[in-house]
């Protein structure tokens, strides 16, 4: 991760992004569905989760919502963020416990391993904050931490093949926000969109890598089943197993 990755930890900084950025990603809902029919493909309930880089909890919440006897650890490095986690499960029957730590170094695995073995381990835009090398190695610890018939699904900004593809996607994405707001109270112009998306304060955070380059890692560590699920532009779901010796 950057040194700009440290935005995040801004409580402005995770308001905008929640209240005026994650509505309008594309396909999203079409992202989550695809997530949720391969977990439901391993054919058994998931009991023990970990999200990673796991934001307010939306992710870990919608697989809740489907396995509600699991326990769920909530992994994050931004404590506005993990504020906003903590809000959301406050009350409810779900066994969820929340960890304060940073990918980019491997004592997050520390702090969750009594926790292991995993079912299930997910990750929604966060990994793509890390640099390559540390994307690899985290995909390593992710994999030990998976027991037999185990599943990384990894719902994730890549990078496109060429400026000209980007700019598809970029002029995609700008529409889906403008579309977003629009109707609500102080909704900004297309052109105030696009001027918002481009200057926006988190995007040095941003450390993109192919799709194919991240699959065939997950394969070199020992993944099975690997696969890019969906893909639209610069938006992949991808991942793997780790089966039975």
């Known amino acids: 991760m950057t040194p700009e990755g440290s935005v995040w930890q801004e409580a402005a900084v995770v308001r905008r992004y929640l209240e005026r950025v994650r509505a309008g990603r594309l396909l999203a809902a079409e992202q989550i569905e695809v997530l949720l029919r391969v977990v439901a493909a391993r054919g058994e309930a998931v009991r023990r989760l970990a999200d990673l880089g796991a934001g307010d909890g939306v992710l870990a919440a919608l697989v ?5 006897d699991a326990e769920a650890v909530l992994v ?13 499960f406050q009350g409810g029957e779900t066994k969820v416990s929340f960890v304060l730590a940073d990918l980019r170094d491997s004592s997050w695995v520390r702090q969750i391993s009594r926790q292991a073995p995993f079912d299930l381990i997910v990750s929604g835009y966060a990994i793509h904050h890390l ?5 690899r190695q985290l995909y390593q610890e992710t994999y ?5 018939g185990g599943l990384f699904v990894n719902m994730e900004h890549v990078s496109s093949p060429s400026p000209w593809v980007e700019s598809i996607f970029e002029e995609w994405q700008i529409d889906s926000n403008h579309a977003a707001q629009a109707g609500q109270a102080g909704a900004r112009s297309r052109a105030e969109v696009a001027e918002e998306y481009a200057n926006r304060r988190d995007r040095q955070a941003n450390i ?3 799709v194919e380059t991240q ?7 020992g993944f099975q089943d690997v696969d890019c699920f969906f893909k639209a ?3 992949a779901v991808f991942g793997g197993r780790r089966l039975a010796p």
């Open 64 to 68: 809740l919502e489907r396995y509600p």
């Open 76 to 88: 994050d490095f931004s404590e506005p963020m993990l504020s906003e986690a903590r809000d959301r």
């Open 131 to 135: 640099e390559d090398r540390r994307k």
């Open 144 to 148: 030990e931490l998976l027991g037999p």
């Open 208 to 210: 993109f890598a192919p």
């Open 215 to 221: 699959c065939d890692w997950l394969r070199e560590i």
């Open 233 to 235: 532009f610069e938006y």
